[in-house]
């Protein structure tokens, strides 16, 4: 069974950093692309990044495009996101999400409050 | 950017009836749509890519259509358990957007 499970959520000033975990098991973590999608309270979805497989391949949102970095750990079945510069608009539940075009699984989400 | 338009952005059904979603893309996706449905708190669950393609476990009363710009999930005979909100995506291109939602519910 696909599991997904976020970490490092919580709430951080404005301008404030947070690095956020996604812990992956029951498949083969290192062939499949990766993402990860927000949702601010109330709203709908945002795709904010993606990552190949093998982490040659990185695409960015245009709101986070050189504030947010991603990266993966194939070795440990992880997946990480380095959010940077955080403003108000960043808050929500970040989700990972497993595939390259559709996200055919997706963890419980992790709530980033910004907030003075 | 590709933007996507869903309507209606609410939809006021009773369970049994056929429930007709749209969806809109800014300019062709091809079949490069995929369609998701979101219980209040909890993680979106996949439940059509390719346009028409269900995914795994997905009960045989979802369906999808269409291609190019316009696009359409169809639930019939809704059962408790369908109401819900439903958002549609395009993997066109990488810069993947999401419509913002309809919200199926009880009437």
């Known amino acids: 069974e696909v599991q997904l499970v976020e970490s490092g959520g919580g709430l951080v000033q404005p301008g404030g950093s947070l690095t956020l975990s996604c812990a992956a098991s029951g498949f083969s973590f290192s062939i499949y692309s990766m993402n990860w999608v927000r949702q601010a309270p109330g709203k709908g979805l945002e795709w904010v990044s993606y990552i190949s497989g093998s982490g040659s391949t990185i695409y960015y949102a245009d709101s986070v495009k050189g504030r947010f970095t991603v990266s993966r750990d194939n070795a440990k079945s992880s997946l990480y996101l380095q959010t940077n510069n955080l403003r108000d608009e960043d808050t929500a539940v970040y989700y990972c999400a497993k595939g390259g075009n559709w996200f055919e699984s997706w963890g419980q989400g992790i709530l980033v409050t910004v907030s003075s | 950017e590709i933007v996507m338009t869903q309507s209606p952005a609410t939809l006021s059904m009773s369970p049994g009836e056929r429930a007709t979603l749209s969806c809109r893309a800014s300019?062709?996706?091809?079949?490069?749509l995929a369609w998701y449905q979101q219980k209040p708190g909890q993680a979106p669950r996949l439940l059509i890519y390719g346009a028409s393609t269900r995914a795994t476990g997905i009960p045989a009363r979802f369906s999808g259509s269409g291609s190019g710009t316009e696009f359409t999930l169809t639930i019939t005979s809704l059962q408790s358990e369908d109401f819900a909100v439903y958002y549609c995506q395009h993997y066109y291109n990488w810069l993947y957007t999401f419509g913002q939602g309809t919200k199926l519910e009880i009437k």
């Open positions: 300019q062709s996706i091809s079949s490069n």
